[in-house]
């Protein structure tokens, strides 16, 4: 069984940063396509950042892009959103999730509990 536990989120002001992690147990996690998605209040859940399994390639929704990094360690078995720059809209429920398609903007098969971000302005 593939369990995804978040951790890092809190209360921040804006052009405050957070550093999200996501620890993955069970699977296959260094074969695993893995994304963060985020939830915001009154909306649609929405895609964030993906990486490949080897890190050679990212993905970014463009309102995130040249403020949040994601990256991974396959020895810990652990995916990172390093978040710079925060915006008052950035104030969501983040979700880890694990593709094992490997492409990470493709379907996603096994998904954390989130961590709430609240960003204040």
């Known amino acids: 069984q593939v369990q995804l536990v978040e951790s890092g989120g809190g209360l921040v002001q804006a052009g405050g940063s957070l550093k999200l992690s996501c620890a993955v147990s069970?699977?296959?996690?260094?074969?695993?396509?893995m994304g963060w998605f985020r939830h915001p209040p009154g909306q649609e859940r929405e895609f964030v950042a993906g990486i490949t399994w080897s890190s050679g390639t990212t993905y970014y929704e463009d309102s995130v892009k040249g403020r949040f990094t994601i990256s991974r360690d396959n020895a810990k078995n652990t995916v990172y959103l390093q978040m710079n720059s925060l915006k008052p809209e950035d104030t969501a429920v983040y979700y880890c999730?694990?593709?094992?398609?490997?492409?990470?903007?493709?379907?996603?098969?096994?998904w954390g509990q989130g961590t709430q971000v609240t960003v204040s302005s």
């Open positions: 999730a694990a593709s094992a398609s490997g492409y990470p903007r493709g379907f996603y098969d096994y």
């Open positions: 069970g699977g296959s996690f260094s074969t695993y396509a």
